[in-house]
């Protein structure tokens, strides 16, 4: 079964860094493209980044030099850095397979920035 | 990328059929077969419904169908029922412009 399970979330400072997780099982990270989406409250959904399987990552603009996509293989874990918060980062953050098509999504973890 | 375009609500009573529309431009949706629809009840992590337009993941009932017409993507819910009740977002592939997906703003879907 597959199974997304996110991680580090929590209320942070502006400017502050917070470093979200998404333990996969059930399939391999690295055999398949993986996506970070999130969700301001009470808003829609907004894409911000991805990896493909041979590693190539692009963000979105609006996170675009803040926020690093990684993973490790070792772990079968995706991972999301995030650096230089604002307040308008303020989401439910949840890690999806894939790129195009979404098909597995974690339970999301909330990140709150502020003071 | 701009957000593609959904109407902020919609409804019907039980075992009714609903359409909800999301339209893009020539650069996502008139462009590509990769639409994809989520549905996501409150509190809830979004579900994937359709996607490349009009495919349905195993699982999903047949009652949900997709089709696409020039920039307009649309879902329709056949034989509402009550547990249908939730918000659906579209999403598109909007070319190496952009390398993820655009999504919809969310349309409510209220079974009266």
């Known amino acids: 079964e597959v199974q997304l399970v996110e991680s580090g979330g929590g209320l942070i400072q502006p400017g502050g860094s917070l470093r979200l997780s998404c333990a996969a099982s059930?399939?391999?990270?690295?055999?398949?493209?993986m996506s970070w989406v999130r969700q301001a409250p009470g808003k829609g959904l907004e894409w911000v980044s991805v990896i493909y399987s041979g590693g190539t990552t692009y963000y979105a603009d609006s996170v675009k030099g803040r926020f690093t996509i990684s993973r490790d293989n070792s772990k079968n874990t995706l991972y999301f850095q995030m650096n230089s918060l604002r307040a308008e980062d303020t989401a439910v953050y949840y890690c999806?397979?894939?790129?195009?098509?979404?098909?597995?999504w974690g339970q999301g973890t909330l990140v709150t920035v502020s003071s | 990328q701009s957000a593609l375009t959904q109407p902020p609500s919609a409804s019907g009573s039980p075992g009714q059929s609903v359409t909800i529309s999301c339209t893009g431009t020539s650069s996502d949706v008139g462009d590509y077969n990769y639409v994809s629809w989520y549905q996501q009840h409150p509190g809830k992590a979004p579900k994937l419904m359709i996607y490349?337009?009009?495919k349905r993941p195993s699982g999903v009932p047949d009652r949900f169908s997709g089709s696409k017409s020039g920039n307009t993507a649309s879902l329709t819910v056949s034989g509402l029922q009550a547990e249908d009740e939730a918000d659906y977002y579209c999403?598109?592939?909007?070319?190496?412009?952009?390398?993820?997906?655009?999504f919809g703003g969310g349309t409510k879907l209220t079974v009266l």
């Open positions: 490349e337009v009009s």
């Open positions: 059930g399939f391999t990270v690295s055999s398949n493209y």
């Open positions: 999403s598109s592939y909007a070319g190496s412009n952009n390398f993820g997906v655009v």
């Open positions: 999806a397979r894939g790129s195009v098509t979404l098909d597995y």
